[in-house]
Every structure is written in C-alpha cells, then in structure tokens.
C-alpha cells in the first residue's frame, strides 16, 4: 500500500495588535499544541508526526514568537488566552484537548477557565500555568524556595557551559544534534525579550490551585523528573485540590520531555487521551 501523509496547511489568523501564524495537520478531533519559552510552531515536530493520523493537530506560535508578529511593547502572556480562543473560532475547532509546555501552561489554564467545559483534556508538561502551587500549603512553599535558590546556579552553571536549561545538560550531551536543533528553534524569535516575557509570566502566576475545578476538564501533570526549570513536584501537590487531575511522570527527563523523549511523552498523552475520551 502507497503511504499517504496527512493533510497539512499553514495560515495566519490577524489579531487586533498582531497576527498568529498557525499550522494544522491531520483529520479527527482538535488537538493543539501550545509551546514554551523557548518554543514555537515547529517546536512539536515529534507529536504531530505522532498524533496527526488521528487527530487534527493544531501548532501554533504564540504573539511575539517566530514566525508570528509582536505587538508593540513585546508580547504579554495576558493576551494568550484571547488569541487561543480567536484560533479555535477560526478554525471552527469547537472542543479541544490542549497539550501545553512550560509557558504553554498559562494559555491552557487560562483558556480552559475562558471556555468551561470545552478543553475536553488538559495536558501540562512540565508546567502549572497560571496556579500557585504556593498556596497549597506551608511545607510545599518552603520546598518551593529551597528547590528554586538549589537550582538558580544549577541553570547559571548549564548557561556558562552553553547549554539551555530548557534544554537541560542530558540532551546536550547525549544527544547534542537534538539539543542543537532546541536551540535553532529558540533562537529563531529574533528580537523578543525573554526575560520581560517571563516576568510577566512569573507575576500572573496567582491563581489558587482549586480554581481549575471550575474548568471542568481533565487535567494531566507531565513533569519531568529532572527539570531545573520548574519544580517536577509542584503538579503533585496541586492534583488531590483538582478533580479529575492526575500524575504521570518522566523520571529522566528534563524541562522538555516532549523534545528529549517523545516516545514516552506521547505514549503517556496517548494514554490519557484514550482513558478520558
């Protein structure tokens, strides 16, 4: 039998103050993909192949990444969710399942409490978006700042070394060809001020853990157990404040399992996709 590749086209929805470049790929239920920091469109070459012969598979770019446009004033992570939402109605997706990475998480948090009921699952990899795993409790704020103040010279040690922590040390060294493609796709967002953009982010990030119960999806936490970037236990302390939330993780992964490890990132969305419908 001759192979057929999925359908795919590339478009470009306008926004008021900026226009968001977006790719679909495949047939079947929506299933988007919102990247990181240090990401984009192309960031999610690994899922897409993967997902797109059963699922039409959204990736898009964030305002402000590459090859989307910036406003002026750089882009603000309060404007993710507006522009999720202005995708979905373009795109006539109606309910979505949404895979989000790292700053992904504050567009997928953000847009499940926009839409209640329509995020028909929530993935977050190595992300709590907009929830303060602080106000879960005393012991989990202090665990919170011990691992932050271990890891400050953590990632200023891989920075020095040339290595991007998003990326983290193990990909770099064992698998330098695809940390070096990490680091093409991060460098492709020409003139954004990433550190701005995750201020931001860091001060938006209020919201009660409890407060995602009222999004009424099922939510995964995908840390990977040697992220230096965001805490890999913070999903846990969160999940018993979230119906519907559960846990699974990738113990040798860095902040970016779906770029270091696919198969075993996919396999376990694949699964959660399978047991919530």
């Not at 899922?47 to 590459?66: D, E, L, N």
């Not at 992904?104 to 977050?124: H, I, S």
């Not at 106000?135 to 011990?146: G, H, M, P, S």
Request: glycine share 10%; hydrophobic share 45%.
């Amino acid at each position: 039998m001759t192979f057929t590749a999925p359908p795919r086209r590339r478009g470009v929805l306008v926004r008021p103050d900026c226009r968001i470049a977006y790719e679909v790929t495949g047939t079947g239920p929506a299933l988007v993909f919102a990247h990181g920091l240090g990401g984009g469109l192309m960031s999610w070459w690994q899922q897409v192949a993967h997902f797109a012969p059963r699922y039409t598979c959204v990736a898009f770019s964030h305002r402000g990444f590459f090859p989307s446009s910036a406003p002026e004033g750089g882009p603000d992570p309060k404007d993710y969710a507006a522009d999720l939402a202005a995708l979905v109605d373009e795109l006539g997706l109606g309910d979505i399942r949404l895979v989000c990475q790292s700053m992904g998480g504050w567009t997928g948090v953000e847009y499940a409490l926009l839409r209640p009921g329509r995020v028909k699952a929530l993935v977050l990899a190595a992300t709590t978006g907009s929830l303060d795993a602080r106000q879960v409790d005393e012991a989990t704020r202090a665990r919170l700042e011990a691992w932050n103040a271990q890891h400050a010279d953590t990632r200023a040690g891989l920075a020095s070394r040339n290595i991007l922590a998003a990326g983290g040390a193990a990909m770099a060294e064992q698998r330098p060809a695809l940390h070096h493609l990490y680091s093409q796709i991060d460098a492709l967002s020409v003139g954004l001020d990433k550190e701005a953009v995750r201020k931001r982010l860091y001060d938006q990030r209020r919201r009660h853990p409890a407060d995602l119960a009222a999004a009424g999806c099922p939510v995964l936490f995908l840390p990977g157990g040697d992220d230096v970037v965001l805490p890999p236990f913070a999903g846990a302390a969160m999940a018993p404040l979230i119906p519907g939330a559960r846990v699974a993780s990738i113990p040798v992964a860095g902040h970016s399992a779906y770029f270091e490890h696919p198969a075993a990132f996919n396999a376990l969305v694949d699964a959660f996709l399978a047991e919530v419908g």
